[in-house]
């Protein structure tokens, strides 16, 4: 039940694109979803986040989508470009992000030009 | 948002030794403090839940005296690797708390430290 699942595991999108990362969760106690961007030999960097009272948020270019009946939440990019080939982890958690946070699985984004 | 520091940023020793890492909130005060590891084109693995002035909360399956955890001020948790071995290579993050918050960013990454034991 505390899992979080995360689809897919690569993704390749040409420059001005839209990139879409998926993820479900399973406990229904989370609601915090936070999404984080990671460059190899880094630390991952709060991207975005949500908490369930909204069913999608935007900043810049990117978006997330929440579907609570559903218990799903994606990362929409838009306009993607080269600087955003990272891998992406989409996380969850309780008491609004101020317990651990469960993460998923990670997607390695590729944008070509 | 908030920063988080790790120091070191990377460190390589021989099996055997201990080595401790250092994970710092430098503006703002963090009661609660994460561990996390992470091995190549792997997710994020909690390790512990550090809580200012108090004992560690382990995940299961992580060993309590093989990784010590101190969390003696609102601004600085330690790890230590006790007795590191190569299979305890990896790469460690912590993150912090920025406390009850209305706002969404309330949980911020360190760098991260890359352990290598020789």
């Known amino acids: 039940q505390q899992q979080v699942k995360q689809s897919p595991q690569s993704l390749i999108v040409q420059k001005g694109g839209i990139s879409i990362i998926n993820c479900a969760y399973e406990?229904?106690?989370?609601?915090?979803f936070p999404w984080y961007q990671q460059f190899p030999g880094k630390g991952p960097a709060l991207l975005i986040a949500?908490?369930?009272?909204?069913s999608e948020k935007k900043e810049g270019r990117f978006t997330i989508s929440f579907n609570k009946s559903a218990k799903q939440f994606s990362l929409h990019i838009m306009d993607s470009q080269p600087g955003d080939s990272a891998t992406y982890f989409c996380?969850?958690?309780?008491?609004?992000?101020?317990?651990?946070?469960?993460f998923g699985t990670g997607t390695r984004l590729t944008i070509i030009p | 948002g908030a920063v988080v520091s790790q120091h070191p940023s990377w460190v390589i020793c021989k099996s055997g030794t201990s080595v401790k890492i250092e994970c710092r909130s430098l503006?703002?005060?963090?009661?609660?403090m994460f561990w996390y590891r992470q091995f190549p084109k792997q997710s994020l693995m909690l390790m512990a839940t550090?809580?200012?002035?108090?004992?560690?909360?382990?995940e299961q399956g992580v060993e309590k005296d093989k990784f010590l955890i101190n969390h003696a001020s609102l601004t600085l948790s330690t790890l230590t690797v006790t007795s590191a071995h190569p299979e305890d290579s990896s790469f460690y993050i912590c993150?912090?708390?920025?406390?009850?918050?209305?706002?969404?960013?309330?949980?911020?990454f360190g760098p991260g430290t890359r352990l290598t034991v020789l």
């Open positions: 993150s912090a708390n920025v406390g009850e918050s209305t706002s969404t960013d309330t949980q911020y």
């Open positions: 406990n229904t106690a989370f609601d915090y």
């Open positions: 949500i908490r369930p009272d909204v």
């Open positions: 996380a969850a958690g309780a008491n609004f992000g101020n317990e651990k946070l469960t």
């Open positions: 503006d703002f005060q963090a009661t609660t």
């Open positions: 550090s809580n200012e002035g108090s004992k560690a909360t382990y």
